[in-house]
């Protein structure tokens, strides 16, 4: 709405609004509202000040910041927040802090009936990143809940982003832009413990309950539930990009596994494995994308839960044991958990491109698969048993990759998310145990 720069003592932002003192903050909010109610036409604007929640914003540097301000503008309207928007400027280690303020709007029925909502963004570098909390606190909306949104990696030991998690409600990761993915994700779970009161959630997480629910329906068919006990080989791609085009400053493409880990510790703890003892096959290979764990599977019962409930498989005998070459002998049936990568330059890197889980039981073998090819907005369903095979389904996945959505299903949470801190857990596990 305000494009004002006149104030020469920061950088020129005209995305962010005008550039004003952070103790002037409120006083030309205040100004901008009543701009707001003055400029109202036909009496149909609806200029009611108010918000449900705050929602602070941590972004690395201007170009991330200038992203999401656009983005934001895509969340519904049941969403009117105080947005805070904090750029974190490492590169300059003198101590500055420069603010602005401006109005967003958004139509509700029409484009004449509009809603607005604040954003303050404060750009902070030097000695000043680590006092964030500080300087934020004034500025939110008292007695309503803080969202945190982080951007990239998880600094190490920084203590301006712990003081940040102690004021918020709500942390909000997206581990598909983790540049260190695995080193991140190990973090995670101390994270947890180490703020309690703090709900933890991560975009790439509700990209993949999409998958966790077609593979959960997979197995409310009558005929198949029987196979769920038997699954004893999980395959899991994520897509890469072509290594002659970097997505990182070193020049060398990072592959980013962990939607196909969070995927593959849901899938291990849904179905009960435990991973097998001094495993001389496992495989991990970062630098690539690869991981292969071998399992130790449960002789009774698995179950997959949806957000609609759990899914228990049927009791069944699955053998006595196995020897093989994982250096001992092992008491029960063996499953394996395979993550690789795919060269899929269509779908963004770190998307899930396949799921297929093979099951054996009674001596007739079923192969469920998933899988996403060059559109990216939707997958193939099949099933394959040794008699027949089941026709092809296709499913939308669009929702999936689209950040707005994600974010507004994030917003629309406020407690913690008790299965996703399990998976987490367990993706700890599998990574350090290799």
């Known amino acids: 709405m305000v494009k004002d720069n006149a104030n020469t003592t920061g950088p020129r932002v005209p995305w962010a609004g005008k550039l004003v003192g952070i103790e002037s903050v409120e006083e030309e909010l205040s100004r901008f509202w009543r701009m707001a109610a003055d400029n109202v036409r036909t009496s149909q604007n609806i200029n009611v000040r108010t918000s449900v929640l705050n929602f602070v914003i941590c972004a690395p540097d201007l170009a991330s910041a200038q992203y999401t301000s656009g983005l934001i503008r895509e969340l519904s309207s049941t ?3 105080r947005v805070i928007l904090l750029i974190l400027d490492r590169t300059d280690p003198t101590t500055h802090v420069s603010t602005w303020v401006t109005l967003r709007s958004f139509p509700i029925i029409s484009d004449m009936m509009r809603h607005h909502f604040e954003q303050i963004t404060i750009l902070a570098s030097g000695a000043a990143i680590d006092a964030s909390a500080q300087i934020i606190q004034p500025l939110l909306k008292p007695d309503l809940p803080v ?3 982080w951007l990239h990696d998880l600094p190490a030991d920084n203590v301006g982003f712990k003081r940040l998690l102690t004021i918020s409600s709500r942390v909000i990761l997206d ?3 983790f540049f260190t993915p695995e080193e991140s994700m190990c973090s995670l779970p101390e994270l947890v413990q180490t703020v ?9 997480w509700g990209r993949i309950t999409p998958w966790r629910e077609l593979i959960a329906q997979f197995f409310d068919v009558a005929e198949y539930k029987p196979y769920l006990v038997g699954v004893d080989h999980i395959e899991i791609e994520h897509a890469v990009a072509p290594f002659d085009e970097p997505s990182r400053t070193d020049g060398q493409v990072s592959p980013n596994s962990t939607q196909a880990l969070l995927l593959g510790a849901w899938l291990k703890t849904r179905l009960g494995w435990s991973l097998a003892p001094d495993s001389q096959q496992d495989e991990h290979d970062p630098d ?5 764990w071998y399992m130790l599977r449960p002789r009774t ?3 997959l839960t949806r957000t609609t409930g759990p899914l228990t498989a049927q009791t069944g005998s699955l053998g006595t044991g196995k020897t093989g070459k994982l250096g001992t002998l092992l008491k029960g049936p063996v499953g394996k958990l395979h993550i ?3 060269l899929q330059p269509s779908l963004r890197p770190g998307s899930i491109c396949l799921v297929r889980l093979t099951s054996a039981i009674s001596g007739k073998q079923a192969t469920f698969t998933i899988n996403r090819e060059d559109d990216s907005d939707h997958v193939l369903t099949s099933v394959e048993l040794a008699e027949r095979t089941r026709p092809q389904r296709t499913v939308s996945m669009a929702a999936t990759h689209k950040e707005s959505e994600l974010l507004h299903d994030e917003l629309e949470i406020m407690g913690r998310d008790h299965l996703y801190e399990e998976t987490l857990q367990e993706v700890f596990d599998l990574l350090t145990e290799s």
């Open 175 to 177: 581990s598909s832009s």
């Open 196 to 204: 309690p009161n703090t709900a933890l959630s991560d975009l790439s």
């Open 288 to 292: 690539r994308g690869i991981h292969a």
């Open 147 to 149: 969202y945190l949104w």
């Open 79 to 81: 969403h009117i927040a």
């Open 301 to 303: 019962t698995g179950s």
């Open 340 to 342: 690789r990568p795919r």
